[in-house]
Antibody, heavy 121, light 109 residues
């Protein structure tokens, strides 16, 4: 059974950065992709980017280009999402999620439990 | 960038059929995936590749996709189906990104 376990809630000041981790168990970490999706309070789902761990290649939504970095450590089956220059609008639950394909029409079959990031002065 | 349009809300009586639409330009040429999200929980995949159902998802959930509209159909709706539903595609035209619809709140009357 695949599990994605994320790091705990964070409270950050505007202008700072946050790094959220996502440890995978079950399945073969390198054979799938990990996406990061966020959800602001009362809002919909917003895709931020993804990484193919076996290649170490990430691609990002245009909206977050230059502000988000997604990495993966194959030795620990852990993915990371770092978001910089935080502002209040970045307050959201951040999910890591697994796409079992490496294609560009894939879907998400497992989600982490979510990490609440609160940006407040 | 590619835009997916969902109705904000759909209401249905128990035992009836709910249809949730997802509109997009020539969406029929894309693969559409659907997620169910209940309050305080992570989303759950209910339909992938337009009409495939993951194991554990009831046969009451089905999907179709043609032209400019994809549809998630829930037959014999139950109270437990009340949730937000999101459609998702890949936008390969620009930055190769995942796109979600705005979500539809399904209310069981």
């Amino acid at each position: 059974q695949v599990q994605l376990v994320q790091s705990g809630a964070e409270v950050k000041k505007p202008g700072s950065s946050v790094k959220v981790s996502c440890k995978a168990s079950g399945g073969t970490f390198s054979s799938y992709t990990i996406s990061w999706v966020r959800q602001a309070p009362g809002q919909g789902l917003e895709w931020m980017g993804r990484i193919i761990p076996i290649l170490g290649i990430a691609n990002y939504a245009q909206k977050f280009q230059g502000r988000v970095t997604i990495t993966a450590d194959k030795s620990t089956s852990t993915a990371y999402m770092e978001l910089s220059s935080l502002r209040s609008e970045d307050t959201a639950v951040y999910y890591c999620a697994r796409d079992p394909t490496q294609s560009r029409d894939g879907y998400i079959d497992y989600w982490g439990q979510g990490t609440l990031v609160t940006v407040s002065s | 960038s590619y835009v997916l349009t969902q109705p904000p809300s759909v209401s249905v009586a128990p035992g009836k059929t709910a249809r949730i639409t997802c509109g997009g330009n020539n969406i029929g040429s894309k693969s559409v995936h659907w997620y169910q999200q209940k309050p305080g929980q992570a989303p759950v995949l209910v339909i992938y590749y337009d009409s495939d159902r993951p194991s554990g998802i009831p046969e009451r959930f089905s999907g179709s996709n043609s032209g400019n509209t994809a549809t998630l159909t829930i037959s014999r709706v139950e109270a437990g189906d009340e949730a937000d539903y999101y459609c998702q595609v890949w936008d390969s035209s620009s930055d190769h990104s995942v796109v979600f619809g705005g979500g539809t709140k399904l209310t069981v009357l």
